[in-house]
């Protein structure tokens, strides 16, 4: 039957605009993964839009387990493509873990994390927080109010453990990175100890994301960093406080991307065009007329095939703001963005983000060339398909010219210092000389050889 409404829906819209000029597609019937955050909204409103069909293609959407199942899914053929973290095609890519090569014509937001402690690890970091005139607690908080609490239980010889997604997430570096910019050591990696908890004050461990606030409350972990709306579901729960979001922390910062294999790519060239401009017109939709669509986003999102958190929990971010402590709710019209400020183009300076911090905890564990960095970050994002969609979209009457970046290099302006939580300016351009910029983590010929830093 569903098969069926597909069909009828595809007949529907033979008479629309965005067919008038259908690509001759190498391959229509697509299997897409995700993992439930809200986050993967892009995909569910291609499809619930009609944006996939509209384009000829007839795909199915497929939550999934974890981010490595999801992963291997890609690697191996099961799914077409998928939601996936930043740093998975550029891991893979450059053989950390799984080796293959995936590349990205498409990144999916900007910001939309958060990093939650438990209610007993806020009360414990309240007395090192300045409060505003009303009283309540100043924003953006940092990870120095943590640090006595980290100390604390050093000196009980209780570890502190933090939760994130997995090794190679924006999470792990976001929470990384607050850590680091606030004293407390993360820890290392090596080639031959990949728990990243080599020399850490805080000890960092992965949790699949919609585990988190269960994982939170059983106090096997004292915090997290993960996307929406699990964090929000910690605040509804009543068992933590968000004390900063990603956006606080590197504002307007990249999040995931829609990967697929060079494979997939190559042997698929027109469906890949046609996937990307569904993906742009469902990003478009999402924040087009000042998130006036954001509701609708929401209720679909709640559904059960998709996030399948409550309606409540996932409005309190998609929709504008965001909820710190019970009551305590602000205005963050940006928390979630998915096409404002070309935040679809996959920029190589944000892969080479990635990558710096890749090589800052050791997971890139010998020294490399700037022009490595640039060289890996156009081997796996893609923005001339990005441009080449985008193009046809404009051609149609889909899209508007002037809101595309069709003379960048790939590299944005440097990001500055006051938009940074440890005010330092990152410039994609100098990956070697950012990494020098930063007193925590490895640069230079430095080196992970056992527990010890060398070089």
């Known amino acids: 039957m569903k098969r069926l409404l597909l069909s009828l829906a595809a007949t529907t819209a033979l008479a629309s605009p965005a067919m ?42 497929e939550a999934q387990a974890n981010w490595k199942v999801l992963l291997d899914g890609v690697i191996d053929g099961q799914l077409d493509g998928a939601h996936m973290l930043a740093g998975q095609p550029l891991a893979a890519t450059i053989g950390y873990g799984t080796e293959a090569h995936i590349v990205t014509p498409f990144s999916m937001d900007l910001n939309g994390n958060g990093i939650t402690v438990s209610n007993e690890i806020w009360e414990e970091m309240k007395p090192n927080i300045p409060v505003m005139e009303d009283g309540r607690p100043q924003h953006p908080i940092s990870a120095e109010a943590l640090a006595p609490v980290v100390d604390k239980y050093k000196s009980e010889g209780k570890p502190f453990n933090m939760g994130m997604v997995f090794p190679v997430s924006t999470h792990n570096y976001e929470l990384r990175y607050w850590l680091a910019a606030g004293g407390l050591h993360p820890g290392f990696y090596s080639p031959d100890n990949v728990t990243g908890q080599i020399g850490a004050d805080v000890f960092l461990s992965v949790t699949p994301p919609p585990q988190m606030p269960a994982t939170l409350e059983a106090d096997t972990i004292y915090g997290y960093c993960v996307g929406e709306p699990w964090n929000q579901q910690a605040v509804f729960k009543g068992i933590g406080v968000p004390v900063i979001t990603d956006y606080e922390l590197w504002k307007n910062n990249p999040e995931k991307v829609f990967g697929i ?41 709640s559904r059960p095939e998709y996030v399948g958190a409550d309606y409540d929990v996932i409005a309190n971010s998609m929709t504008g703001t965001f909820e710190y402590e019970k009551g305590d709710k ?126």
């Open 20 to 61: 008038a000029e259908m690509l001759e597609l190498e391959k229509d019937e697509l299997t897409f993964g995700f993992i439930k955050l809200t986050d993967m909204a892009p995909l569910a409103v291609a499809y619930e839009q009609g944006y996939f069909l509209d384009e000829g293609l007839f795909v199915t959407l």
């Open 330 to 455: 602000r205005e963050v019209p940006d928390f979630n963005v998915f096409f404002r400020y070309n935040a679809t183009y996959p920029f190589y300076s944000d892969a080479v983000w990635y990558l710096t911090q890749m090589r800052r905890w050791g997971q890139i564990a010998e020294a490399k060339p700037d022009s490595w960095y640039d060289e890996v970050a156009k081997s796996v994002y893609k923005p001339e398909i990005y441009l080449d969609a985008a193009r046809m979209l404009v051609d149609e009457g889909l899209a508007d010219e002037a809101d595309f970046p069709w003379d960048s290099d790939g590299y944005k302006a440097p990001t500055q210092p006051e938009d940074i939580i440890d005010g330092i300016a990152y410039d994609g351009s100098t990956p070697n000389a950012y990494l020098e910029s930063l007193s925590i983590g490895l640069k230079g010929d430095q080196k992970i050889v056992g527990s010890d830093v060398q070089g």
């Open 261 to 301: 294999t060079a494979e997939f790519a190559e042997e698929y060239p027109n469906t890949t065009l046609a996937v990307t401009k569904a993906l742009i017109r469902a990003a478009m939709w999402l924040d087009e007329n000042d998130n006036a669509n954001r509701p609708e986003a929401v209720e679909i999102l």
